[in-house]
């Protein structure tokens, strides 16, 4: 579901290029309901829940029962976007806390749709990961709480090949051994969707490039360390090693391709990782490893991916919510989640603590904290869904083999400059 994407941009154009900054309404409710207690609803994307949530949802139920909880979930992030845009725009109060995609914090803070952790309604962030709290903030603001972090990790059949490999060199050395399988080599997210930005990202970043500079708005797509990433991807489409289905995979596509046996390696996040090894339908259980992302010298990047809880500036129970993001923090909540659905904790000491690194069945978490000291961002832009669609509508072009890799970054390049330059 891509609709929203341009109407949303426009729109941001007109609110923020016209000279004023975000709608009244939005400073106006920043200033109620701060001490408003009662049910909430929290929204999330539907991919991100799994029954462990649920549990936690429940337990703060039992303990509150006059400000209890509803989950409700909407497709995926991309989807999800689109509904809160609309609830936003409506002045809603019906969705209290917002399970947002890292990249969408700026352009709903922009917009002020966001309730402001500062003064008497703040957060403690000093237990939790730098980057993740970088992602919730705007402007020198926070604006969110974070939940979960993700890294791209790269998943290899440990029984097939003799050593994980650090680059794409390496990598592409194997696909010969999948190729006498009848197997595919390599897949990640490929469709025309958010995931495509991340595979692109973490391509160019393989290559020492990046889309943006390190100032967080000055384009850098039309360099040639960005075209050597993209054609990574370009090339080993063009040649099989990431088979012709690939091209329509989300996260779950590609997860069921590894599981079935169908895959040498997969790009993926460290979901996979407990649901791999426990499905029923999986056949490899105990025969995958899980690596860093590669890169062309040497190991690659991933790009920070994650959810952090925000509060609507409409929600009428901000007491409330602010309680409930603050839970959800709480290294307990972070430690079952982890242990339990596989989720990145935003909690520095778990990525420390013994019993969890000694049990064999989180055995992706060094690969984890490594892949997000050295995380790349996506861009950072209240014009965001702008900046998304130019690169995976072209990165798709190109892997796809319709337009030349040169061409598509330029056209990135004119997309970003087009964006970053109303901010
Ligand atoms: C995961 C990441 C999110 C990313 C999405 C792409 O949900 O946490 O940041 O945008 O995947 O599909």
């Given at each position: 579901?891509?609709?929203?994407?341009?109407?949303?941009?426009?729109t941001a154009a007109?609110v923020?290029?016209?000279?004023?900054a975000?709608?009244?309404?939005?400073?106006a409710?920043?200033?109620?309901?701060?001490a408003?207690?009662g049910p909430?609803?929290?929204?999330?994307?539907?991919?991100?829940?799994?029954?462990?949530?649920?549990?936690?949802i429940e337990?703060?139920?039992r303990l509150h029962?006059?400000q209890r909880?509803?989950l409700?979930?909407f497709?995926?992030?991309?989807?999800?976007?689109?509904n809160?845009?609309?609830?936003f725009k409506?002045?809603?109060?019906?969705y209290?806390?917002l399970?947002?995609d890292?990249?969408?914090?700026?352009e709903y803070?922009?917009?002020?749709w966001?309730?402001p952790?500062k003064?008497?309604?703040?957060?403690?962030?000093?237990?939790l990961l730098e980057?993740?709290?970088?992602?919730?903030?705007y402007?020198?603001t926070l604006y969110?709480?974070?939940f979960m972090?993700d890294?791209?990790?790269?998943?290899?059949?440990?029984?097939?090949?003799?050593?994980?490999?650090?680059?794409?060199?390496?990598?592409?050395?194997?696909?010969?051994i999948?190729?006498?399988?009848?197997?595919?080599?390599?897949a990640?997210?490929f469709?025309?969707?958010?995931?495509?930005t991340?595979?692109v990202?973490?391509?160019?970043?393989?290559?020492?490039?990046?889309f943006?500079?390190?100032?967080?708005?000055?384009?850098?797509?039309?360099?040639p360390?960005?075209?050597?990433?993209?054609?990574?991807?370009?090339?080993a489409?063009?040649?099989?090693?990431i088979?012709a289905?690939?091209?329509?995979?989300q996260?779950?596509?590609g997860r069921?391709?590894?599981e079935?046996?169908?895959?040498?390696?997969?790009?993926?996040?460290?979901y996979?990782?407990?649901l791999?090894?426990?499905?029923?339908?999986?056949?490899?259980?105990?025969?995958?490893g899980?690596?860093?992302?590669?890169?062309?010298?040497?190991p690659?990047r991933?790009?920070?991916?994650g959810?952090d809880?925000?509060?609507?500036?409409y929600?009428?129970?901000k007491?409330?919510?602010?309680?409930f993001?603050?839970?959800?923090?709480?290294?307990?909540?972070?430690?079952?989640?982890l242990v339990?659905?596989?989720?990145?904790?935003?909690?520095?000491?778990?990525?420390h603590?013994r019993?969890?690194?000694?049990d064999?069945?989180?055995g992706?978490?060094?690969?984890l904290?490594?892949?997000?000291a050295?995380?790349?961002e996506?861009?950072?832009?209240?014009?965001?869904?702008?900046?998304t669609q130019a690169i995976s509508?072209?990165?798709?072009?190109a892997?796809?083999g319709?337009k030349p890799?040169?061409e598509?970054?330029?056209d990135?390049?004119a997309?970003i400059?087009?964006a970053?330059s109303e901010q």
């Open positions: 579901m891509k609709a929203w994407r341009g109407p949303a941009a426009a007109l923020l290029a016209a000279g004023c975000a709608p009244d309404s939005g400073l409710a920043a200033r109620r309901h701060l408003g207690r909430i609803t929290f929204v999330q994307a539907s991919d991100e829940a799994g029954v462990a949530t649920r549990q936690v337990a703060w139920n029962p006059d909880v509803t409700r979930q497709g995926d992030v991309d989807e999800l976007h689109d809160l845009v609309h609830h409506a002045e809603d109060a019906d209290d806390v399970g947002a890292v990249v969408t914090i700026a803070a922009a917009h002020r966001l309730q952790f003064g008497g309604y703040s957060l403690d962030t000093s237990p980057q993740t709290v970088a992602t919730a903030r402007q020198g969110a709480a974070p972090t890294a791209g990790l790269l998943y290899y059949r440990k029984d097939l090949v003799p050593r994980p490999p650090r680059t794409w060199r390496e990598l592409r050395g194997y696909c010969e999948a190729r006498k399988r009848r197997m595919g080599c390599y990640g997210q469709a025309k969707y958010e995931g495509l991340v595979n990202t973490e391509a160019v970043a393989a290559a020492g490039g990046s943006v500079k390190s100032d967080g708005t000055t384009p850098s797509a039309d360099t360390a960005a075209r050597e990433g993209l054609s990574l991807l370009v090339d489409y063009r040649s099989g090693d088979p289905e690939a091209i329509t995979y996260e779950e596509e069921h391709a590894f079935a046996g169908k895959l040498l390696f997969l790009r993926n996040w460290s996979v990782y407990p791999a090894n426990s499905d029923g339908a999986s056949v490899v259980k105990g025969r995958f899980v690596t860093t992302l590669p890169g062309v010298d040497g690659g991933t790009a920070l991916g959810q809880n925000a509060v609507n500036v929600s009428k129970h007491a409330t919510a602010r309680d993001v603050i839970y959800l923090q709480s290294p307990d909540v972070q430690r079952k989640l339990e659905q596989g989720q990145p904790p935003v909690v520095k000491s778990l990525y603590d019993s969890l690194l000694d064999p069945a989180l992706y978490l060094g690969a904290e490594r892949s997000i050295t995380a790349t996506r861009p950072v832009t209240p014009f965001y869904p702008a900046v509508d072209n990165a798709y072009a892997i796809k319709g890799a040169g598509a970054l330029d990135i390049q997309a400059r087009a970053t």
